[in-house]
């Protein structure tokens, strides 16, 4: 037993597996042998699941109080506490974007590690399905010939040496040959079951293959694209896509502990199985090969005995004395039966087809194939296989914590959100450069082409300093009234019209400075009457 761990050594990473606690839903601890078949067994790996979902709840029950102490901690903040938070949203939209692009980087790297390690593990079993295969074919091709061409000329053989007895000897010392080789062939194992059990367990791990790495794949995409649109709504301030973004969130959350679970199992019942995989190979194939054929396969040594040497020993022997015959009978009863010399030389050549036969058997035989195809599976399983499941593993765990950052700083963000709408909505509606005004004026297209108050007024001023312009009264043209209407009423575009002797736009009007400027409107248009209308 520990010379087959030269070959084979099982990785660190599954004894640190195989160590973990194995214990039943009666929280009983139970072998960590691999014992797929054992409730007990099923009952450890489902154990650990429910750890993971055990995680779950307590990341959601964090992330409850969490919401629920920002919800009803609602105190009036400071522009510092303002700038604090939203620095702190900032830069846990950061964090959370970073873990997450590792965490995809990790996912792809483990998912791609754990396809190639299966894709191993199938290549060798269609490696090992096919030598068994050949060896079924060869086997039955042999003892067919055998059975029905070789009896078929011995019996015309036997009709046409009737008179001689000596050569009716010869013909039922062949047929004792013959009898010889179908017994030893058949005291082979019977190949077909084990053929046929390789070939659905390789097509059934493929199968569960494909879809596994499909499904992660998926969920990496679904995690990056999340990031990116939860990214893209706190730079927007988009509160519909936070929110939205906020529920996929979630759904991820669970994605990942659920994950998590299934690849904690799925690595620990691997690592079991990879500590000792020979005493679960020999526990399988008890009653259908023998146990010093699978030993000779499993471990190969050059200690151990080939136990198909002695009937491959005796096939070739029973076929050189049949050989020595037929030469024998050729030389010596063609010359006195002609007729002979066709089933004489039928039986050479089935002999000759049967010897080749028996050398592609024994290569076949040979332990140094199928032992390659066990190594290469285990290599690929235990080495390739259960690293990427830890990786995935990992991304889990690192997918879980990003999401986690995320799902607290989109409250924080939406409701800082709202703290600023509220901030609009106290603003002067009569202050005629309140955005506010700007996005209902902009949609009147009538007040796009007149002056504003300061170039009207400074242009008054330049014709006579000593009195000051007059704009219409109450009769004054629709387009004076109109450009009165747009001062107080806040047209939006009015501060960008160029001021004369200004370097920057004016400041809001208080109610004192309206009252004053309609005074002096209406001493204007009595000093110049309808002069200087618009």
Not at 194 to 211: F, H, M, P, R, W
Not at 246 to 252: A, D, K, Q, S, Y
Not at 457 to 480: D, I, K, R, W
Request: hydrophobic share 40%; glycine share 6%.
């Amino acid at each position: 037993m520990s010379s087959a761990r030269v070959d084979y050594i099982a990785p660190w990473w599954t004894y640190w597996l195989h160590n973990f606690p194995h214990i039943n839903l009666r929280f009983q601890p139970i072998d960590n042998s691999f014992q797929p078949e054992e409730e007990n067994y099923q009952q450890s790996l489902i154990f650990l699941g429910c750890v993971a979902a055990a995680g779950l709840g307590l990341n959601l029950l964090c992330l409850a109080i969490y919401l629920s102490c920002l919800c009803c901690c609602r105190k009036d903040e400071e522009e510092e506490s303002k700038k604090t938070n939203s620095c702190c949203v900032t830069w846990s939209a950061v964090a959370a974007g970073l873990i997450t692009c590792v965490a995809v980087g990790v996912g792809f790297y483990g998912n791609s590690e754990t396809n190639d390690g299966v894709y191993q593990l199938t290549y060798s079993l269609y490696n090992a399905n096919h030598t068994l295969g050949g060896v079924d074919s060869l086997v039955t091709g042999t003892m067919g010939s055998m059975k029905n061409g070789l009896h078929q000329h011995l019996a015309r053989l036997d009709e046409i040496f009737a008179t001689r007895g000596d050569y009716v000897q010869t013909l039922q010392f062949m047929q004792q040959m013959a009898d010889n080789v179908i017994k030893q062939l058949l005291g082979l194992p019977d190949w077909e079951e084990a053929k046929v059990d390789l070939a659905s367990i390789a097509d059934q791990t493929a199968n569960i293959e494909y879809y596994r790495w499909l499904t992660y794949l998926l969920i990496l995409i679904l995690d990056l694209i999340i990031c990116l649109l939860a990214c893209l709504g706190l730079a927007k301030q988009s509160r519909w896509l936070l929110t939205t973004m906020m529920v996929f969130g979630v759904l991820t959350l669970v994605l990942s502990w659920t994950s998590l679970g299934a690849d904690l199992a799925t690595a620990v019942g691997t690592s079991d199985f990879c500590i000792a995989p020979d005493k679960y190979l020999m526990s399988q194939t008890k009653g259908i090969i023998g146990a010093d054929i699978v030993h000779y396969y499993l471990y190969c040594n050059q200690t151990l005995s080939n136990p198909f040497q002695r009937p491959l020993t005796i096939f070739q022997r029973s076929l050189t004395t049949m050989q020595i015959q037929i030469q024998g009978l050729l030389q010596f009863a063609v010359p006195l039966f002609p007729t002979a010399e066709r089933d004489l030389l039928g039986i050479q050549h089935l002999l000759n087809s049967s010897e080749a036969s028996l050398h592609q058997l024994t290569a076949l035989l040979d332990c140094r194939g199928l032992n390659k195809d066990y190594l290469d599976a285990m290599v690929g399983v235990c080495y390739d296989g259960v690293e990427g499941v830890l990786y995935l593993c990992l991304f889990s765990i690192l997918a879980a914590c990003a999401f986690t950052v995320m799902l607290c700083a989109i409250p924080r963000a939406w409701r800082q959100i709202a703290c600023r709408e509220r901030d609009y909505d106290d603003i002067d509606e009569e202050d005629p450069f309140n955005p506010r005004v700007r996005r209902i004026g902009s949609q009147n297209p009538n007040h796009t082409n007149m002056q504003s108050f300061c170039s009207y007024s400074s242009s008054m001023g330049s014709q006579n300093s000593l009195h000051p312009p007059a704009p219409a009264v109450s009769n004054a043209p629709m387009s004076e009234y109109m450009n009165q209407t747009a001062l107080f009423g806040g047209n939006p575009r009015y501060e960008n019209v160029p001021l004369i002797g200004r370097g920057s736009p004016p400041p809001s009007y208080s109610p004192s400075m309206r009252a004053t400027y309609l005074s002096m409107t209406e001493e204007q248009s009595r000093h110049f009457g309808n002069d200087f209308q618009a």
